[in-house]
């Protein structure tokens, strides 16, 4: 299979948004597929906009999901810099060729100009578009008004069509009369997306550039600069939307969509990495995948056209499955993922006790965050107490039950098993059931009426601690 290059090229003026890290997952999972090379671009020119926080937001939300660049900021490699504010210099190269060629030209129309000619056609015909009449097309150096402000525009063709085989779309046509004199560069030396995006990937030697559908507008106008260069275009994948569960193109007013929420709400990078692949692409049936399952499976041909809307459900039980099987998440990650959310919960975390507890509440926790509260109990010194559950179970009849828990434990051998034989020896003595004690016992040993079983849960806490709760729970339920 052929060495491909890809990248991603967001731009710093914001958080990560999922959206964008589709875009990226695709590109890396066929870098990885194909031993190729995965270049990550901050496309910076819109100043305005752009700041240092957003930019470090983004490598931080990749370096999170574990999509780790092979070129770009930070690592380096023979085609930088990889910031486009620091590339002015090669765009201005490259459209003084094109000028020079006669494939563009300098344009000194002014703003106060074109807005009056936008004006009159607008008044002649309301629903006509504005197209730069091509004023400078045909002016030379010897026109040019030296001192005066000016932008690049590309002469483009107005007869023919640009076509082309998208990997997911198909083959694609598109009139060159659609195209009008693009503006290559403004005034103040800085590149509009279109040139920007197609000097940067000609000379750093992609050959694969796959982004959303919403793209395809700027594909012609990309091949038609690639022509006028003389250059060999790469190949085109573009991806379906993601969409809101209205259909509209998702945005942070219909709910996370941003990587970092979803890493402060505790869900795995790699189930949310599970979900979004599933966006434009499929498996047969197949829905939870590793991720050395995603880079073996992917390939274009399974890819598809149609738009997806962004389920919060689906992707919660996406992270479920992946937080409740080892194999996709083994102990010693799943432990120090959790760590930080049991520490901001003002936890010291043994991590022993943590690796003994996990077992027991990975089958419930849908979320990182989830499995902290469940744990919180076996960390936490003094117990939090639910108001509700000790009034309901933390009554006076418990007191004597859980002094005699604490014999049952003291006496017992404190492995899960060990504890199960002796508490079943004990309900068969007093014609008891588990039923019979296990919340009070519970809201004693955790202070919350929901946690794993008992027996789980004593082990975990140990014998010392077990005893002194049960205790403690007896002296408060004869205080109820």
Same mark, same amino acid.
């Given at each position: ?5 890809v990248r991603f090229a967001p731009s710093p ?38 700041? #240092? ?33 620091? +590339? ?29 000619? =936008? ?40 007869s023919g069509a640009i076509s082309y085989d ?54 012609? $106008? ?173 009554? $006076? ?27 079943? =020896? ?13 919340? $009070? ?14 027996? #789980? ?13 049960? +205790? ?5 339920? =004869?205080?109820?």
């Amino acid at each position: 299979m052929a060495r491909e290059r890809v990248r991603f090229a967001p731009s710093p003026t914001g958080y990560l948004h999922i959206g964008g890290v589709r875009t990226a997952l695709f590109n890396w999972l066929w870098a990885r597929k194909t031993g190729g090379t995965f270049v990550l671009r901050i496309e910076d020119t819109d100043q305005e906009r752009s700041t #240092e926080a957003s930019r470090q937001v983004i490598l931080d939300s990749l370096r999170w999901l574990g999509l780790e660049w092979d070129e770009g900021p930070e690592v380096g490699g023979e085609f930088g810099p990889y910031t486009q504010m620091e +590339r002015l210099g090669l765009y201005k190269e490259y459209a003084d060729r094109l000028i020079s060629e006669g494939k563009a030209y300098r344009c000194y129309a002014t703003k106060e100009e074109l807005d009056a000619a =936008r004006a009159e056609l607008k008044a002649r015909n309301p629903k006509a578009e504005f197209r730069y009449p091509g004023w400078w097309r045909d002016k030379g150096p010897s026109d040019w008004l030296e001192g005066k402000p000016y932008v690049v525009r590309f002469k483009s063709p107005s007869s023919g069509a640009i076509s082309y085989d998208d990997l997911v779309f198909g083959h694609v046509t598109t009139p060159n009369a659609a195209q009008q004199d693009f503006v290559l560069i403004r005034s103040d030396g800085v590149p509009l997306y279109n040139f920007g995006c197609v000097i940067d990937d000609l000379t750093m030697g992609i050959t694969l550039v796959a982004r959303g559908r919403d793209h395809m507008v700027n594909t012609p $106008p990309q091949i038609l600069l690639y022509q006028a260069l003389g250059a060999e275009c790469p190949k085109f994948a573009h991806l379906p939307m993601m969409l809101a569960a209205s259909g509209e193109k998702l945005s942070k007013r219909h709910g996370a969509v941003s990587v970092e929420e979803y890493k402060n709400g505790g869900f795995s990078p790699v189930a949310l990495l599970n979900y979004l692949v599933r966006f434009g692409w499929s498996f047969g049936d197949e829905e939870v995948f590793s991720r050395a399952g995603m880079v073996e499976k992917f390939d274009w041909e399974r890819c598809n056209k149609s738009d997806g809307k962004f389920d919060t459900k689906k992707l919660a039980a996406i992270n479920h499955a992946h937080l409740k099987d080892p194999a996709l998440t083994p102990d010693a990650e799943y432990a120090a993922a959790v760590t930080p959310f049991l520490v901001a919960r003002g936890l010291e975390v043994d991590a022993t006790k943590l690796l003994v507890a996990l077992p027991h509440v990975r089958e419930r926790a849908k979320t990182y965050l989830e499995a902290a509260e469940s744990l919180d109990p076996f960390f936490r010194r003094e117990l939090v107490w639910d108001d509700k559950a000790v009034a309901k179970f933390l009554v $006076p009849a418990a007191a004597p039950v859980l002094e005699e828990l604490a014999q049952v434990v003291e006496g017992a051998e404190c492995t899960v098993a060990g504890l199960e034989a002796a508490f079943t =020896r004990y309900l068969g003595d007093k014609g008891l059931q588990i039923k019979d004690v296990a919340q $009070p016992a519970r809201v004693a040993l955790t202070g919350r009426g929901v946690s794993p079983g008992i027996y #789980e849960t004593i082990h975990v806490l140990g014998q010392a601690v077990a005893l002194e709760r049960l +205790r403690a729970g007896a002296v408060k339920a =004869r205080g109820a």
